[in-house]
């Protein structure tokens, strides 16, 4: 073991304890219930029908999460998919703030302080939206940990040490390609260990071997079948998901078309959630020029890579989008600055570290639970419901953005809501293999494929109804409303009479799904949903068409629906117009 570090004791394994029965009593509660505006649509309908996630798989998640399906399953076979893996989101990250508070101890850091950071990262909003959904971070932040925890309690001339520390990174690296923020860290670490080592050739090969070892996981892509992406058949389909070669190497912070910088938006939360991470920056670089320890020194240049990857940091320019983005890596992000607050805490007044990171939490934590709060977050189902209840037999869907295209994945394949119904998500069809996977189900020669172009073409020919939508999807039974309306003005050049507005009003407010009325607003996407969607469609009909003599009806239909008074929306459209 290093002598950076400390031996933990009984008493470290009962506050990691607390801390780890905290989180759960926070997060369970929590957890979402149905599909939200994330990955979650994808993952749990992967994990469910035994098919394989986007590029890179995610085999460690998929193995872990299958085993747990099918053990629910044969216990309680009605229970939630989707609820169930956001248990396993929840326990994930309940355990990444033990391990985070075992990796503070070990670097020295005082006990009250590695407790007070763990509990604040543990309710940072970020860390609570994502341990409420079903996302493969959670299960991220425990690997990262566990490879942190084993660099640190690495003995230079232990077999066993380098074969646990190699198989911890080997499992990081397998899982998710954000390891490699800590690269420098990992090297530094690793380089002293070996030089100290007395056969640092065995213990070298000892750790390339096992750190090797976990890759083999992807073997089990083979055994589960095709969704988005196609099933591996050699090692080299195999090489192609471990480096996301048909999703983009890093192509969640990749320049590209609607899309815009956040890294300010990151500072911004850190600011208000945990602004003592930001001074550990200026006394990191204070200690490193003082003591130049190996661990200062590592620190600091993994500052580089994470700040690299901040500056790097491009968003959907979507509200929506935005927030749930921001949610995946904001936590792995100030992991970071937590270990090196940690680290430093010693050198810092321990009442003085721990009074900077408390009073900020109680101005943020109603917040941050209300943020997180996804077991009453119905407003994507109701969406997805809408959209699906106007579809006509057989349609295909080609959906854009993650809650629209995942959700509708989701509702129609797990939950088999409208399963004649084909979904395809619209910003991967540009991938060859994507495309051709899709392409499968409507192709009669399986000895060729079609162009997207000629795919059109086929199921115009077949009278197949097709539907794309884009960032935000209007369900047809509400925008017919508007469709019919507004073609009457343009066509006619006459307004429809307030006895048809009202009629055509009255049939849409019946619709309005029940769960607008419980939408969070902390949350973000649901107000944006019932604003922009239910509500707007009444909205932009009144902005377009402001002589409609019935356009106040609808502008305070609008105004009702938008505040979530939705009851009273349905009451006003019930009575007599005027």
């Known amino acids: 073991m290093s002598a950076d570090v400390v031996r933990l004791s009984l008493c470290d394994y009962v506050l990691a304890g607390i801390l780890f029965l905290f989180a759960v009593l926070v997060y369970l509660p929590r957890v979402a219930a149905t599909v939200q505006p994330s990955d979650g649509g994808e993952i749990a309908t992967a994990i469910v029908l035994n098919k394989i996630i986007h590029p890179p798989g995610y085999p460690l998640y998929s193995i872990i999460a299958s085993a747990l399906f099918k053990v629910a399953e044969a216990i309680t076979p009605t229970f939630p998919p989707y609820q169930l893996l956001g248990f396993f989101s929840a326990l994930a990250q309940a355990i990444a703030g033990s391990l985070l508070y075992f990796c503070i101890r070990m670097l020295k850091g005082d006990a009250l302080v590695a407790f007070a950071l763990s509990a604040s990262w543990l309710l940072l909003w970020p860390t609570v939206f994502t341990a409420t959904d079903v996302e493969v971070f959670s299960l991220h932040h425990v690997v990262l940990l566990l490879a942190l925890l084993s660099l640190l309690r690495l003995s230079p001339d232990a077999v066993w040490s380098f074969v646990w520390c190699g198989s911890t990174i080997g499992l990081a690296i397998a899982h998710h390609h954000t390891i ?128 690299w990857f901040i500056a790097k940091l491009q968003l959907p320019f979507d509200e929506t989008m935005n927030y749930e983005w921001i949610g995946r890596f904001f936590p792995l992000i100030c992991l970071y ?107 009669e020669n399986s000895s060729s494929y079609l162009t997207l172009s000629e795919l059109i073409t086929v199921l115009h020919k077949r009278e197949v109804p097709l539907y794309a939508t884009l960032d935000v999807t209007v369900p047809t039974p509400y925008l017919a409303v508007i469709y019919g309306m507004a073609s009457k003005i343009v066509q006619k050049g006459e307004y429809p009479t307030i006895d048809e507005g009202y009629e055509q009003l009255l049939s849409v407010c019946r619709k309005l799904p029940q ?26 009909f009144v902005e377009d068409f402001p002589l409609y003599p019935g356009a106040n009806l609808f502008r305070l239909v609008a105004r009702l629906i938008s505040s979530g008074r939705i009851a009273q929306a349905r009451s006003v459209c019930m009575k007599t117009h005027y």
Not at 352 to 357: G, I, K, W
Not at 520 to 534: A, C, D, P, V
């Open 180 to 307: 490699v923020l800590w690269a420098p860290f990992t090297l530094l670490l690793l380089g002293r260990a070996l030089i100290k080592s007395k056969s640092r050739w065995m213990m070298a090969i000892a750790f390339i071997v096992s750190s090797a070892a976990p890759l083999l996981l992807y073997l089990h892509l083979m055994t589960r079948e095709s969704f988005g992406f196609n099933r591996p058949e050699s090692l080299l389909d195999l090489l192609n998901y471990f480096l996301r070669m048909s999703y983009g190497s890093f192509s969640l912070v990749a320049n590209s078309d609607g899309q815009v910088w956040q890294g300010a938006e990151v500072f911004q939360v850190m600011l208000n959630g945990a602004p003592m991470y930001l001074v550990a920056v200026v006394l990191l670089v204070v200690d490193t020029a003082r003591s130049r320890s190996i661990l200062s020194v590592a620190f600091l240049v993994s500052l580089a890579t994470h700040l």
């Open 337 to 443: 600055f937590a270990l090196v607050l940690g680290y430093l805490s010693p050198r810092i007044n321990r009442y003085v570290v721990v009074a900077t990171l408390v009073v900020p939490l109680c101005f943020t934590v109603r917040e941050a639970l209300e943020r997180g709060d996804a077991f009453t977050d119905r407003s994507v189902q109701a969406e997805l419901v809408s959209a699906l209840e106007g579809m006509p037999p057989h349609a295909v869907i080609l959906a854009g953005a993650d809650r629209l295209a995942m959700g509708l994945i989701y509702v129609t394949e797990v939950e088999l809501l409208r399963f004649d119904v084909r979904v395809a998500a619209y910003s991967l069809l540009s991938d060859p293999q994507y495309q051709q996977n899709f392409i499968k189900n409507f192709q």
């Open 515 to 540: 769960q607008l009325e419980t939408i969070n607003e902390k949350r973000g996407h649901g107000s944006y949903i019932r604003t922009h969607l239910f509500a707007g469609v009444f909205e932009t």
